[in-house]
């Protein structure tokens, strides 16, 4: 049986980012987690209006991670304000890169 729930932690200030269901909610592509904000579980995500171009998924933004100690990790996540429309999973999500070396997933049959 597979994995159904995931949760993913910033190990240094030991903060769960994001918590919730594998799938539509926290999707794996490409590398990377795109968490819908209902999984979300911190609000420390600050735009830093820096812009970014892929050839196929469009137009995002880096985001910076203010953990709750008010240390500030640049560009630890993105977020897609021109998304292409065939990736609807991917629209207005916060994504981290599944391997970034300051995040550790946990994923579950139990949540």
């Not at 990790?73 to 599944?98: C, S, T």
């Amino acid at each position: 049986m597979s994995d159904k729930y995931i949760k993913i932690i910033h190990l240094p200030s030991n903060t769960i980012i994001a918590k919730g269901t594998l799938g539509w909610s926290i999707t794996p592509f490409e590398g990377n987690y795109y968490v819908s904000k209902k999984c979300l579980f911190t609000d420390g995500f600050r735009i830093n209006f820096f812009p970014g171009l892929c050839i196929y998924k469009f137009l995002y933004v880096w985001l910076d991670f203010v953990t709750p100690q008010g240390e500030i990790r640049k560009n630890f996540g993105w977020m897609y304000w021109l998304p292409n429309p065939l990736f609807p999973f991917i629209w207005f999500r916060v994504a981290i890169p599944q391997e970034h070396p300051e995040i550790r997933v946990e994923k579950s049959n139990e949540l």
